[in-house]
């Protein structure tokens, strides 16, 4: 079990959500962090900030 899977646990028990700024980088694929430059491509293009991950290669798209 990661620290991920333990987060969202605990969120989910306590009824509780996990801010904007660290809900974005969870890898919905294979639920790890996404950092940016060491495991995650980060990719900025007609109003959706892309998030590629370095394991799954799974693309989170987020609007901003």
């Known amino acids: 079990?990661?620290?991920?899977d333990e987060a969202l646990k605990?969120?989910?028990?306590?009824?509780?959500?996990i801010p904007e700024k660290y809900r974005f980088r969870i890898c919905?694929?294979?639920r790890g962090f996404l950092h940016p430059g060491s495991n995650?491509?980060?990719r900025v293009s007609s109003g959706l900030i892309k998030y590629t991950c370095g394991r799954c290669g799974?693309?989170?798209?987020h609007g901003y």
């Open 58 to 61: 799974k693309v989170n798209r």
């Open 28 to 30: 919905v694929g294979c």
């Open 1 to 4: 079990v990661s620290d991920i």
């Open 40 to 42: 995650a491509k980060v």
């Open 10 to 17: 605990i969120a989910e028990t306590h009824n509780v959500t």
